[in-house]
């Protein structure tokens, strides 16, 4: 067993891509460290981390976001959470979308690669400001309320009332 890395940089000498994990001495990822992949901007900040599983180097992390996008001034853009190269996150979203300010544009609930959130919705938008734009519920990929009384969606004005509601 041997370290396997590799990198690619800009032509301003800044690092762009930087690969790595344990390879087997015929040259096969192997080990229990997932390889990662960074990807950098000109300036070096990170702009892409992704953690992969070994088999067959879907995106796969156990025990955090499989997939990190940073914005060029540092600041989180997304972070994405994978299971065997599916989205997948029990009890919390799978998907979260930054503004560059750092407040939360979105957020997805997925279970096996399907929108599903059992107890709230499993889209979320916001505003700018943090505040809640519209709530989407989902269950098993449908577009409904399991206790079918109340509205499967809800749109909200900025000052947080309720703009719409839809019943399905």
């Given at each position: 067993m041997k370290l396997g890395?590799?990198?690619e940089y800009y032509e301003n000498g800044q690092v762009k891509l930087?690969?790595?994990?344990?390879?087997?001495?015929?040259?096969?990822?192997?080990?229990?460290?997932?390889?990662?992949?960074?990807?950098?901007?000109s300036n070096g900040q990170i702009k892409l981390r992704e953690s992969h599983n070994w088999s067959d180097r879907n995106l796969h992390n156990e025990n955090?976001?499989?997939?990190i996008e940073y914005y060029k001034n540092g600041q989180r853009k997304s972070e994405k959470y994978y299971?065997?190269?599916?989205?997948?996150?029990?009890?919390?979203?799978?998907?979260?979308?930054?503004?560059?300010?750092?407040?939360?544009k979105y957020e997805l609930y997925h279970l096996h690669n399907k929108l599903h959130n059992e107890n709230g919705p499993a889209i979320i938008d916001?505003?700018?400001?943090g505040q809640t734009s519209a709530e989407y519920?989902?269950?098993?990929?449908?577009?409904?309320?399991?206790?079918?009384?109340?509205?499967?969606?809800?749109?909200?004005y900025p000052n947080g009332n309720i703009s719409s509601k839809h019943y399905y």
């Open positions: 890395f590799s990198e930087k690969e790595f994990g344990l390879i087997t001495e015929s040259c096969n990822w192997y080990g229990k460290i997932p390889p990662d992949t960074i990807i950098y901007y955090g976001p499989a997939k299971l065997d190269g599916k989205f997948f996150r029990e009890k919390a979203p799978a998907i979260i979308e930054y503004y560059p300010n750092g407040i939360k916001y505003y700018p400001n519920y989902y269950f098993d990929r449908i577009l409904c309320r399991k206790d079918g009384y109340n509205p499967a969606y809800l749109s909200y």
